[in-house]
């Protein structure tokens, strides 16, 4: 059975940069598709980016900002952040699909296996 620990939420400053990892035991990253959410205090869980077989898509409020890549020799993926603001501030998730389709959409409904996620806050 698949299981994601996710690691690298912090504080950062408004403007700052993160990185987050999302390591993967009991199945290889390369034969999946992973994304990434996020869900803040009274808002619903939110899709950011996923990877796959096909590369990878953004929802729109993060594609100028976030890099989402795959580490295959560490099985892990990682979400690259910038230009962070306060309305980014949430716990951050990563999942697995349920089916693997040559191209991943960050749609919450079609994921599984959940993270226990990172916290993230933006405040200066």
């Known amino acids: 059975q698949s299981h994601f620990v996710e690691s690298g939420g912090a504080w950062v400053q408004p403007g700052g940069s993160l990185r987050l990892s999302c390591a993967a035991s009991g199945v290889a990253v390369d034969s999946i598709s992973i994304g990434w959410f996020r869900h803040a205090p009274g808002k619903k869980r939110e899709g950011l980016a996923c990877i796959g077989i096909g590369g990878a898509s953004y929802s729109d409020s993060v594609k100028d900002r976030f890099i989402i890549s795959r580490d295959d020799a560490e099985n892990t993926v990682h979400l690259q952040m910038h230009s962070l603001q306060s309305s980014d501030s949430a716990t951050y998730y990563c999942?697995?699909?349920?089916?693997?389709?040559?191209?991943?959409?960050?749609?919450?409904?079609?994921?599984?296996?959940w993270g226990r996620g990172t916290p993230v806050i933006v405040s200066s």
């Open positions: 999942a697995r699909a349920r089916q693997l389709l040559r191209f991943c959409e960050p749609n919450v409904e079609d994921y599984d296996d």
